[in-house]
């Protein structure tokens, strides 16, 4: 097996998780599983965390709701400050919390969903977003060059082939159109790894059990350089600062520790250079 990013066939076993190895290339930094198994589709199947079905607790869905307020706001003012004039598109769009807040934003929305459980959990729960969120990973031929934004947000760590994957979604932009994209910053994957264990996450594995690629600042860049995207801006987000997305992770109230963790966070900015956060980049296509 060589890299899928770029070809290389230096790959190094870094640790095992579950019946699959972890390995790295060491040229670009990419990450994935060994044997490479999974599909974005089946994102919730077989799962053991369930985290879908703590969303019938009001809890979990107003702080997720608050969560994707924030990101929708952090997106418009990346992107220029109004979407009212732009064609949307979301790949992903998971519960849909963060569709709800643009749909009603944008100029037109469209969304695709390839899991069902997803897909349904989103209908059932914005009836907005009817007609809206297509049951599919990627729209149909007739929607190519024709969104002014795309936005992806953890879904490139689930799905199978990502550089693929990057050269169809770029065809639905418009020449010069701008690309949002959101994934877990795994540059000290260990790290983050033993931060997983102490928490209790993903019932002791070191990584989440649908992930199938893990990106370090590198490998996203090698990975929209090879897709033929231009890098606008590159920046680290916290999550450990943010006490919402804390909760989300862990599935319960925050203990006193966790708080005051989240709040000297939100202050230094510390967790962002171990790696604890995600990464966000802003492309734009090729003219």
Known sequence: MGCLLCGGSRLKKIFLSKNSGIVKCPDCGFMSRYPYNGCVS???????????????????????????????????????????????????TGLGCLASQLAGSAGQYLGTEPS???????????????GKVLNTLLPGAE???????????????????????????KSFLKKGGLFYLEVPD????R??????????????????????NFFTESSLRCLIERSGLNIEKMSRLSIAGDEDRLFLTIK????????????????????????????????????
Not at 116 to 130: A, D, M, P
Not at 147 to 164: M, N, S, Y
Not at 265 to 285: E, F, H, I, M, W
């Open 191 to 212: 790290l983050r790894a033993g931060a997983r264990k102490f928490l209790g996450l993903y019932k002791g594995e070191p990584v989440h059990h649908g992930h199938i």
């Open 42 to 92: 089946a994102k919730c199947a077989a799962c053991p965390d369930r985290c879908i079905d703590r969303l019938s607790d009001p809890a979990f869905l107003e702080a997720r709701l608050r969560v994707d307020s924030k990101r929708a706001g952090r997106i418009k003012k990346l992107t220029g400050g109004d979407f009212s004039e732009l064609k949307i598109l979301e790949l992903g």
């Open 116 to 130: 069902s459980v997803f897909h349904g959990f989103q209908l059932e729960n914005f009836k907005s977003l009817s």
């Open 143 to 169: 929607y190519e060059e024709h969104f002014d934004l795309l936005i992806a947000v953890d879904i490139l760590q689930f799905t199978d082939k990502p550089l693929d994957f990057m050269k169809e979604a």
């Open 186 to 189: 795994e540059s000290l994957l």
């Open 252 to 287: 319960k109230e925050l203990p006193f520790y966790l708080k005051a963790m989240s709040l000297c966070a939100r202050l230094t900015k510390a967790d962002l250079p171990l790696g604890l956060g995600n990464t966000v980049c802003l492309c734009s296509r090729r003219e």
